[in-house]
């Protein structure tokens, strides 16, 4: 027999009833976050308020496990999803009753003690039991994930589930979609219940840590630390670092690693305090640079890169999407695909840039016009630049590669490329202004004062999230679709005018 269990006597509960609200359950998202950092959950039971909103790139995240986890559930035509309840225990009515009828369930949710989990999916196995999978949009299993298995064993059997095994279903990167999409290729699904079985020790222990984290009126002491990021960014971020300088911290010193963490403990918070006998040659270029206000240039190093550099010159710049359900036939699950692109053209040295750009019109694979178009317009010679240009290097082969007429042609073109990252990435050109980024979103405004301010989409991650919504979400209204596509075409074009000023900031640096 199924049943719900509540202990009502622990400090939780004073707490509660002190406060004049009802025992709280612990979520299997409130647990992981607990295991990530005890201050962060305490924030959430007692000062939720003061934790920023999920930002836009967060929520894109958030809607493509919802596209997979649907996708998921294809597998099990017969299965039923669960309408959610935002109250645990009326979830759990709900789900014990669903369980009577031996199908596939979507977001059954059970309640074992301060534990409350909901399956992603749960199938009935033998005569009573129940394989427990959990669906992930990564394309491997990471060792968060046994946590996240181990914690729904722990509340399902609690509550009277019996699980024969537990699953960790992720995306098959290898799959090749040709036709409609096929769920049983999309997906590969590994036996976790070992790894599970593991750590239900661990989660009893750690639920009862947790539980009194929360019920403490003083919020946890926890510093600074690597927890920070993983395995998630932290949205705390804000409030834990706010007592960092803006932009001086120690925490963009060029690959510092917990060196950064051992400065903090001795008080050394800003970058230009930093004894510069404890670091490496690039680490005190950096350093002395912040120290002075100038920036670093190694003048021979620089005139070397420029001279890679030979007219007519071509600044290229993509945007793209790679969704985990491939959108288009010959395309994997998370490959780049380009939907738009911005093309500088400088045919001479003196002449002003000319301007080509593309931004794909719906859902036909763009990948095709976008090839032909730049066959055209890039020519036989001359070099392309591009900012991490490895990118667009990948990018074109991968196109190439499915449309095969254009393969010879990528071929030459891949070695026409020119990194314009180079110079900033090695620290042969560094200003404090870039406060340790070597992202084109820092250089530009560093070393030429001009800015992505004012932008909509100032991105590539916002880019993507938005041609994606609106161009294959059906319920976008027109006009929200033309402005995402305005904006689209003024980001993109910010990219290569900013690669064209910054190439010509790095010479004016060494005249």
Not at 268 to 291: C, D, F, G, W, Y
């Amino acid at each position: 027999m199924f049943g719900l269990s509540y202990q009502i006597s622990d400090e939780w509960d004073i707490m509660s009833a002190m406060n004049n609200r009802p025992p709280a359950v612990l979520s299997k998202s409130k647990y992981l976050e607990g295991l990530q950092c005890p201050k962060l959950l305490w924030y959430e039971y007692n000062r939720q308020r003061d934790i920023p909103g999920i930002d836009a790139k967060t929520q894109a995240v958030f809607d493509e496990g919802k596209r997979v986890g649907e996708w998921a559930q294809k597998l099990f035509p017969e299965g039923i999803k669960i309408e959610r309840d935002f109250d645990p225990a009326k979830q759990s009515k709900k789900s014990l009753e669903a369980l009577k009828l031996r199908k596939p369930l979507f977001e059954a949710g059970f309640v074992y003690g301060r534990a409350y989990a909901l399956a992603d999916i749960l199938v009935p196995v033998e005569d009573d039991a129940w394989d427990l999978i959990e669906v992930k949009s990564s394309t491997q299993v990471k060792n968060e994930h046994y946590y996240d298995a181990a914690f729904q064993k722990y509340a399902y059997e609690g509550a009277g589930l019996k699980i024969r095994k537990c699953f960790l279903m992720h995306i098959n990167n290898a799959y090749l979609r040709r036709g409609a999409v096929e769920p049983d290729k999309l997906f590969a699904k590994i036996n976790i219940m070992a790894e599970a079985q593991e750590k239900q020790a661990e989660v009893a222990r750690e639920i009862e840590k947790m539980v009194k984290v929360i019920a403490s009126p003083e919020m946890p002491d926890i510093k600074v630390g690597p927890q920070c990021g993983t395995p998630h960014e932290c949205r705390l971020e804000d409030v834990c670092w706010s007592f960092l300088p803006d932009k001086d911290h120690v925490f963009i010193l060029y690959k510092a690693g917990k060196f950064r963490y051992e400065l903090l403990e001795r008080g050394i918070v800003n970058i230009s305090e930093i004894p510069v006998e404890e670091l490496n040659e690039k680490q005190t270029a950096q350093v002395m640079s912040h120290r002075t206000g100038e920036a670093h240039i190694e003048e021979a190093a620089v005139r070397e890169f420029l001279k890679k550099i030979n007219y007519p010159v071509y600044f290229l710049d993509f945007e793209t999407i790679g969704p985990a359900i491939p959108v288009y036939d010959n395309s994997r699950p998370y490959q780049e695909i380009p939907f738009q692109y911005s093309l500088e053209v400088i045919e001479r040295e003196g002449a002003a840039p000319k301007h080509f750009g593309y931004l794909a019109p719906g859902t036909v694979d763009p990948r095709p016009e976008v090839l032909r178009q730049l066959k055209e317009r890039l020519c036989e010679e001359g070099s392309i630049v591009a900012y991490s240009a490895q990118f667009e290097m990948k990018v074109i082969k991968n196109a190439a590669e499915v449309y095969r007429d254009f393969l010879p042609w990528a071929e030459v073109t891949q070695k026409r490329f020119v990194d314009l990252l180079e110079p900033f990435k090695d620290f042969i050109y560094y200003h404090p202004d870039q406060a340790g980024s070597a992202s084109l979103k820092r250089v530009l405004p560093a070393i030429t004062g001009s800015t992505y301010e004012g932008l909509s989409i100032a991105d590539g991650q916002t880019a993507a999230a938005e041609y994606f919504r609106v161009t294959f979400n059906k319920d976008v209204e027109e006009k929200d679709r033309r402005k995402v596509r305005d904006d689209l075409e003024k980001y993109c074009d910010t990219d290569t005018r900013g690669m064209v000023e910054v190439l010509s900031a790095l010479r004016q640096s060494v005249k």
